[in-house]
């Protein structure tokens, strides 16, 4: 099926904080649908049969609970009625955003996923229900090609979100389509979680993922499209993922991603938003993974050189340098332990180190992770490891593995520019999971097992 996805630079509200009407907040929005209009024509015109759109892309963020409100629209629970709210504009009031997304689905006859604000009114009889009366979400709306409104998703990991709720109970929404069966949905944070997004992967075998997300990168592990690829990779399944461009907030990276190829953007420069358009295979629930059919020797190798400590997204990790042209290291952390056979094939001035850390990430959301990384360092300090760098130029060959505690482990691997390759095998062998390379299309900046261990969050 051919699928577009829209990184999608928003016209901001210069002062979000700022109480407005509900005129003025319509007029804003307006400008960020006429563009969303515009990519909608264009992606139609490329065969698309569905368009995926950012988290925050309409109204933009930075709100409080009370400056948000005016650019609400209204909340229906999920098959309480069947509404074209492009063809029936009048049956509810503060729908404008609902009735112009609608429309754009069903003028160019294609599937749209877009991320809106919105309100729900509750008793006070509700436990859950806010103080002021009203729940705020922030949320999927899934809108067929003949415009009607087939699936809503109200996100559940909020990151840093004092303008909208956490919904009382985790949503698991699917909706289906007559080209790639049935889709899940699920927004930005939510991806780092069980609920709902692994756990509706897994439980209803959802193959194909759209997913909204306002991203700000953190090399050298959670940049947007190496996680994105890497949860796409971990499940053998396609995701949709769009992301705001706003490269001043370190935000940028979509892309429409299968197991084993990508079609990416990532670009800190442009300030221009991107459409991404790719034909791609329906991936069946039967379908099986390739990544555990080959052998791989874990060897007991002994100690590396003496470990050092440096900070890498604010865990502190252990770590050995890479000091060799090639040879075997390996750096344990409570329980975890990495391994790493490596062979530089283009021989550099740069300092590479094997890093490990098993333990609960506290900044910025609370989880725990097992991580086991080969990164770049920023120069040739050993306290520069664990930096953001983007570019490289060695060529390494490596097979890197590590006792993980848990079945969840995203494999990483990330080149120079924040470009993508893919691993030549990974998977599990021997309680051990693994991921192998021989030479990266560029110069290698991360190759990592990231690992979540969510019974321990």
Not at 298 to 309: H, I, L, M, N, T
Not at 404 to 411: A, H, K, L, N
């Amino acid at each position: 099926y051919v699928a577009a996805v829209y990184e999608h630079n928003p016209v901001l509200s210069p002062n979000p904080a700022v109480l407005v009407d509900r005129q003025a907040a319509l007029e804003l929005m307006a400008r960020n649908l006429d563009v969303y209009e515009q990519q909608v024509v264009a992606a139609a015109g490329q065969g698309a049969q569905i368009i995926v759109f950012p988290e925050d892309g309409i109204h933009g963020f930075n709100f409080t609970r009370r400056s948000i409100y005016p650019y609400l629209d209204l909340f229906l629970p999920a098959h309480s009625v069947k509404w074209n709210p492009c063809r029936e504009p009048h049956l509810f009031n503060d729908t404008e955003v609902l009735q112009r997304l609608s429309c754009m689905a069903l003028k160019n006859k294609i599937f749209l996923v877009a991320n809106l604000g919105t309100k729900q009114p509750c008793e006070h009889v509700d436990p859950h229900c806010p103080s002021d009366g009203r729940y705020q979400f922030n949320t999927n709306m899934v809108f067929n090609a003949d415009g009607v409104l087939v699936a809503m998703y109200r996100k559940h990991n909020l990151y840093f979100e004092d303008a909208f709720d956490t919904p009382p109970e985790a949503d698991y929404v699917l909706f289906d389509t007559p080209f790639a069966g049935k889709f899940g949905v699920f927004t930005c944070f939510d991806i780092l979680f069980f609920e709902p997004a692994v756990n509706l992967v897994r439980q209803y075998n959802v193959k194909q993922v759209v997913y909204p997300t306002a991203w700000m990168n953190q090399l050298p592990l959670l940049s947007a499209v190496e996680f994105q690829q890497a949860f796409a990779t971990a499940f053998n399944i396609n995701v949709l993922a769009a992301n705001i461009h706003h490269p001043a907030l370190g935000m940028t990276g979509s892309g429409i991603y299968t197991p084993d190829k990508s079609f990416i953007y990532h670009n800190m420069q442009s300030s221009s938003g991107k459409l991404i358009v790719a034909e791609i295979p329906v991936i069946t629930p039967d379908h099986k993974t390739n990544l555990e059919k080959v052998p791989c020797r874990v060897s007991r190798s002994g100690e590396s050189s003496p470990p050092f400590y440096a900070e890498m997204m604010y865990d502190n990790f252990t770590f050995v340098p890479v000091q060799e042209d090639k040879g075997e290291l390996k750096v344990c952390a409570n329980t975890l332990c990495c391994y790493l056979r490596y062979q530089q094939t283009v021989s550099t001035h740069e300092l590479y180190a094997l890093g490990v850390f098993d333990g609960l990430h506290t900044v910025h959301g609370t989880y725990y992770v097992q991580a086991c990384a080969l990164v770049k360092c920023g120069g040739l300090h050993f306290s520069s490891c664990g930096q953001e760098v983007t570019d490289a130029t060695a060529s390494i060959d490596f097979h890197l593995w590590a006792n993980m505690s848990t079945p969840y482990v995203f494999p990483l691997l990330l080149t120079s520019g924040v470009t993508l390759d893919f691993a030549d095998h990974m998977g599990w062998k021997n309680d051990h999971y693994f991921i192998s390379k021989n030479g990266t299309s560029s110069g290698l900046l991360t190759a990592a097992l990231y690992g979540r261990w969510y019974e321990k969050d």
